[in-house]
């Protein structure tokens, strides 16, 4: 069986996608700019122990798969596969056609793949190890990704023609906004990565505020940012884990994509923590990607092992639901998922305007990871595979009052 017809069997017949084959082997529309190139017959190796998704990125990190054209508009005519990996009946067919080569070929995952301590799921420990994997890369290449803003979330665009930075201040500020900041407040931000909505509000609206991470690469860049600007007095950034943060009581909390690393056993904890955390009328601005509808699928198994190891995406009813149960009165929310969409072009062009210092910096591999996950998710968001939402909640007094006007969020 012929290099291409083998791939042709995974990505699907009728994808308008050229496949080139080490053995010189083609298939596909001549006339298609787009073409999965077939390197060595490790990458069928990797595609008979994983099929679909799994196995063609770790071929892809790998490079013993290239990508001629865009990625973004490959992953596009691929969305089926991206979507949804063969069934059980095709994967043992598909795996009898190349035992052989596997026997020959095989190879361990690559070096970039995470693998999970043993321990129990969404201990401290092991949500350390998980945060570093993907964190405490390099913080010079998270610069070149990010932008100055040095904001690892979702943005949100004032227009389709601003900036990532415009958009970027633009998402701290309605975060403000829907907390009511106001000079002297004291400000929780948990899971703060490198401290934007700490500076912002710090900066912007006078507020005390405190930003815990369990990045330390993340916690000693946002600290270091923090003196540079002279916000010392306001702003501070610790390396902790936000189960042991500060139990005073805060005026507002916000949660900017933490959420998605917590795990559903354990959101009514996270969620209660994060209320005796509030003074009575403090708010509440949980901000994370989510699945788009009950029941959740599981999270692709490329960004599952690659990007967020142990990371679990709900659906927004259950957040709001566990928010509730909690102790907190729910008082608005929004989807913001073609906001992520244009935050991971953004960052993809990022990339690649600075793909050699990249690649020097943190190795191929990593960078391919980078460059296939955004595109990748940015393909989500559009379809509505995933979604990001804000929820806005409320610690009531113990008469019911919640400090909000009739209308609007102050």
């Not at 793949?113 to 043993?118: D, G, K, L, Q």
């Not at 969404?122 to 010079?140: E, G, Q, T």
């Amino acid at each position: 069986m012929q290099v291409a017809e083998i791939i042709s069997s995974v990505v699907g017949a009728d994808v308008p996608v050229r496949v080139i084959g080490y053995d010189g082997s083609k298939a596909g529309p001549d006339s298609s700019e787009l073409a999965l190139r077939i390197n060595s017959p490790r990458a069928l190796a990797r595609l008979a122990t994983a099929p679909g998704t799994l196995g063609l990125a770790r071929a892809y990190v790998s490079g013993e798969i290239e990508v001629e054209g865009d990625l973004y508009e490959l992953l596009a005519a691929m969305a089926e596969l991206t979507l949804d990996d063969l069934g059980r009946a095709e994967r043992l067919r598909l795996a009898r056609r190349m035992l052989p080569i596997w026997l020959r070929h095989r190879q361990p995952p690559p070096p970039q793949e995470y693998r999970p301590p043993r321990g129990r799921l969404h201990s401290k420990l092991r949500d350390s190890r998980a945060i570093s994997h993907h964190y405490d890369v390099s913080n010079r290449f998270y610069e070149w990704v990010l932008g100055p803003s040095m904001t690892y979330t979702c943005a949100c665009y004032p227009s389709a023609s601003a900036t990532l930075e415009e958009a970027q201040a633009a998402k701290y500020e309605l975060v403000a906004q829907k907390l009511a900041l106001e000079p002297g407040m004291r400000l929780l931000d948990v899971g703060c990565g490198w401290g934007g909505m700490v500076m912002h509000a710090a900066a912007e609206h006078g507020v005390k505020a405190l930003g815990v991470t369990l990045s330390r690469n993340q916690a000693e860049w946002a600290q270091a940012e923090i003196e540079r600007r002279g916000l010392g007095g306001l702003a501070e950034v610790r390396h902790c884990d936000y189960r042991d943060a500060p139990e005073s009581q805060f005026d507002a909390i916000s949660s900017i994509g933490l959420t998605e690393h917590i795990g559903r056993a354990n959101l009514r904890d996270y969620f209660a923590s994060l209320h005796t955390r509030l003074r009575p009328e403090g708010r509440l601005l949980n901000h994370c990607i989510t699945q788009p509808r009950t029941p959740v699928k599981r999270l692709d198994p490329f960004i599952a092992r690659y990007v967020f190891p142990d990371g679990q995406l709900e659906a927004v009813g259950l957040i709001i639901s566990e928010m509730n149960d909690a102790g907190f009165e729910v008082r608005h929310e929004e989807n913001l998922r073609e906001h992520y969409a244009l935050t991971l072009h953004a960052w993809g062009r990022n990339l690649e305007e600075h793909w050699d210092e990249a690649v020097a910096e943190v190795g191929v591999g990593r960078a391919r990871v980078w460059r296939l996950y955004m595109a990748a998710c940015a393909l989500g968001f559009e379809r509505d595979n995933i979604q990001l939402h804000q929820v806005l909640g409320v610690r009531l007094t113990g008469h019911g009052g919640s400090g909000f006007p009739l209308r609007g969020w102050r």
